[in-house]
């Protein structure tokens, strides 16, 4: 009895081309045995998946993505029959009236929103790739949101035509939804970008006027130029205050109605009474003008409130693009057990007593009862674990859950607000509720110090009136003015985006505002185990002989056993045959028993690829003695045949390399890190000693890890949570802020909608990074919040003593903005803490 | 100097056209996407790309 280790890595000669993936630069297993030709040059590519997209673009002339891109394309997911009858349902009226929109000609169009774009090359392949369909009318891919607009002919084309198509070159998109803000939020943009532009027009226009009649000397400028250089500016601003400013008044009026001072009305004071001012002044030929004081004051007040516009559009942009696609249609049995007809039907029509069926490798839509059938169902909704748990007729499902092996006819109970899956959400919505509002905070703050200003104002208006003429209202226009909030209300919101920016580079979707200010103030890290720290699906590590056949021939017998069945251990084993370029045998009489295994017969010999009693039973002895130990937290999976014992398969899910580093960097930037997980204690001792956390708790349900969290809190320690399973939903929003791992894992889509940010990469690394930013992003606002206090205390009091002229004190103001901005520019590019 | 007379409700007109220019712009969405545009200039090929041999493919 020998037996042999076959690690992952391949015993071939590896050149320096064949080492990473062309088109997905993941480390390339296959060698030279997927290729393309490319401008020459013959790559190697790690995959079916990768080779197809890749030849697939450059047949469609669009070798430039490869010339032009910024780093590795996500890896494609090969395309089998499924996908297709999947898309194909786009195209069902129930569904693509939901989505596309018909205009006047006929044709139809709809927005959608494209995943996996990683630079300007992606976005430019989408589009290209869009409009080379046949029958598309129109295809344009905004940069910057990523979102496709398509408008296709409907008799040459469809929607699922187009989906199809971008998933040939490895880009998956869904529509958007209609209802979401999307319309809204780009109506709105237009609108503060016009009061801005015209405010700026205004203002620079203005200045030019006001300049000569600084400069000049008394006398020198003849009072007739004078006089048509303030009418002129009176012509510019009144668009200024009119149009741009509207919002400051409808602001200010809205607070006064209900007796509060807000920000805006000092603004809204000092525009108003400035220009009255201004007016009457060059309607009577006497005293002075603030034109361009006012236009100043307008422009960069509309300029600060357009940024945090942008910054509040940027995380709704985010939420967006991680909401689930639209709910999939589901196979209902029009009358059950009479007939085996079925129809597709919505989610969201199905009800109590409603027979489905579920295909293998689908969902479950909600909680019922199985009646017929025999399959296995990954329920790591529940339990964290993918490893599938054997169901038969009578016993139940529950909702979310993936059945792997065999359909299934299902008798629904639940559907709705009662099925598990959405008692989690309410759960972890719930949860979500309960954070502290920093919004109201900062309102009563800038509530008080509103009325502070205009109580200056006041103060300094009377302690001028005895200086006579027009000094009194001179100097209290300029307490006004310059005590204008804007540095102060800059200070944060320019900090957010330029890290918010950052982190979306690294691949870190932020879709709640508060969450980097969250982030930088973490003191512990609870990591979960399984799809996080390690990878979501399982992995050949060894396999042990126990006959005299070689690995090669076992691994081709264990796949020819379980070709086509989508359970995990099928794919870890297709995936390590790939990989070692071993082709299945064929099998005949392929049965599967739940739970156990499967039997087959293969050339004519009975096989058993199973648990160590199933395939024991075949095997007919008891197993060699010499079979090397076992590792923590494997999964064992024998093969044998009449007569004898074959080999036994450890499958484990591998740690992800980035882990380890990322653990000891955040102990490094003093945040103490925590696993808590679903699974046994055994493979998360083991994980937790591999990667080196200490405290480390196995067997955890998903109320018992938020109760981890809350214990943590109660210490007054701020947690970071970082997972991927829909169970982790509560946990996630019961932290302080979370991140949800979701790269390409289908059932995490309530993770992601419940987690603060959203991870698209697997490089656990950027965790680390994104600490490092948030901290750097508190310092800039620290940083910017002295500085507009400080330079506060110090104007406040020059103004009232009448050293600023109106004039300057806008300067003055527009200045200390624009420190405040360039201040947080910075962390838009620094990429120091990026590995 | 009198031109000046001329010059100044010139300059004011003249920014009221601007102001109409930049409203047709932002209307027509010239103002949605920023980024776009830059790249497209550059990655978009007047040459027709080199046909590509269609060499030995391996896939499995």
Redesign the interface.
Known sequence: MTTSTLDAPIARPTFDETAHCFHCGEPNLAGDTFRARFDGRTRYLCCAGCAAVAQTIVDAGLGDFYRRREGAAPRPAEIVPGDVRALGRYNLPALERQVAHRRLDGSKETDLILEGLTCAACAWLAERTIGNVPGVIEAGVNYTTGRAHVAWDSRKTSLADVLFALRRVGLDAHPADPQAGAAARKRERRKRLLELLVACLGMMQVMMFALPIYLAEPGELAPDFEHLMRWASLFLTAPVVAYSARSFFANAWRDLARRRVGMDVPIAIAIAVAFGASVRATFSGTGEVYYDSVGMFVFLLLASRYLEFTARAQAAEAVERLAPPLPALVDRFTNFPDTLRTEAVPVGLLAAGDVIAVQAGATVPADGVILRGLSALDESLLTGESRPVARKPGERVVGGSINSISPLVVRLDQVGEQATLAQISRLARRAAGTRPRLATLSDTIAGGFSALVLALAAVTAIMWLPAGGDAWFRHAIAVLVVTCPCALALAVPTALTAAGHRLSRLGLLVSRGTAIEALAAVTDVVFDKTGTLTEPRLAVKRIALLGTQSAEQCLACALALETGSAHPIAQSLAAHAAALDVTPAAADEVSTMSGLGVEAVVAGVGYRLGTAVFAGAIAGKPLPVEAPAHGAGETHVYLARKGAWLARFDLIAPLRASAAETVERLRAQGVEPHLVSGDLSDAVAAVASAVGIERAVAQAAPADKADYVKRLQAQGRKVLMIGDGINDAPVLAAADVSIAVADGRSGSDLARAHAAIVMLNSNLNRVADAHAAALEARRVMRQNLAWAIAYNLVAVPLAMAGVLAPWAAALGMSLSSLLVVANAARLAWRSRFES | ?EA??LL??L??AA?FA??WV??RA??SGQ??????PG??I????DA??AE?????????
């Open positions: 100097m000046l007379y100044i409700p300059s004011v920014v601007i102001g930049l409203w932002v209307e103002f949605d996407d920023l980024e776009g790249h497209r550059l990655m978009d090929d027709p790309p590509e041999p269609a060499g030995p493919r391996t896939i499995v």
